[in-house]
């Protein structure tokens, strides 16, 4: 698996990473409602259920499950992640979700949080020791475990190659993360879908500040960025202000499981 450079970038306080990209990360995804709806429709919901989102961030899953459960905890290591969860919830009138400023990892269950009906993660499996992470997932849940991760390459399009010139595998590729559950004696299903990805800016200019702050690229680098977007970006719209936008297509996995019904590894 070759994800040295990502992975120093994660060598960062998974916090302060996220604190720097939280207003960046809020925009883009109230671009791309449609792919949080598509997600939610395939989690089993009831309204007296309580549900664990891990690594909620802004809450782009917790606030429209919220609106379906009894109640959510969000759990976040990153201040500026959650401070957008609070005023998304804020926005949206929504009062049942209570946050937790703290990593996975660091959580003990019976202590910080008791067990919840249904326990979700979502593109957040970034814990140095990802088994620990799946056990105390899968028991902190009473009913069913859902994790969302991409399959295969992950939504750079290759732009990674041409930036370093070598191949990108995620290290949450679902493969990884079946293989992990497997030798916990965990069978899960997995579903995968194709994913498109879309995001607007209001030039060029605009794309390479905003994607050389998300990959964390050093200045000698945006050459390459700059000359890889401004071959993809397409006109927004029919006037003419300059306006493009970055379509990306990945596939999304769903990787879930009941609880209690898998034997001991
Ligand atoms: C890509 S965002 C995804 C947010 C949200 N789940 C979603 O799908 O929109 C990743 C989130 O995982 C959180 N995260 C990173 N490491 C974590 C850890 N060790 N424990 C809990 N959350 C973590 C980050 O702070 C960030 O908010």
Known sequence: MNCGRWRRTLDEPAAN?????????????????????????????????????????TGRLAIPIAKCVKSVTAIDPSRGMLACLKENMERE?????????????????GVDIEQHDVV?????????????????????????????????????????EKIYDEKRSSWSDYIYICNILHDMGIYANVEIWDSEFEQHYAGLDEAVTKLKETY??????????????????????D???????????SKSAMIWWQTNTHEEA
């Open 216 to 237: 964390d690229l050093p200045s000698e680098k945006e050459g390459i960025l700059r000359g890889y977007l401004s071959k993809i970006l397409v006109d927004d719209d």
């Open 93 to 109: 009138s929504v009062e049942n979700i209570t946050h937790l400023n703290k990593k996975w990892e660091d959580t003990e269950l």
């Open 120 to 160: 979700i993660a979502s593109h957040s499996l970034a814990m140095p020791d990802i088994q620990d992470a799946l056990v105390k997932m899968d028991a902190a849940s009473k009913k069913c475990v859902y994790l969302f991760t991409f399959a295969g390459r992950w939504m750079d399009g290759g732009l990674w």
């Open 239 to 249: 006037d003419d202000d300059g306006a493009l936008s970055l379509k990306r297509k």
């Open 17 to 57: 990473f996220w604190d720097k990209r939280a207003k960046q990360f809020n925009e883009s995804m109230t671009q791309n409602r449609e792919r949080s709806e598509k997600q939610i429709a395939k989690i089993e919901l009831a309204p007296e259920y309580t549900v664990l989102d891990v690594g909620a961030g």
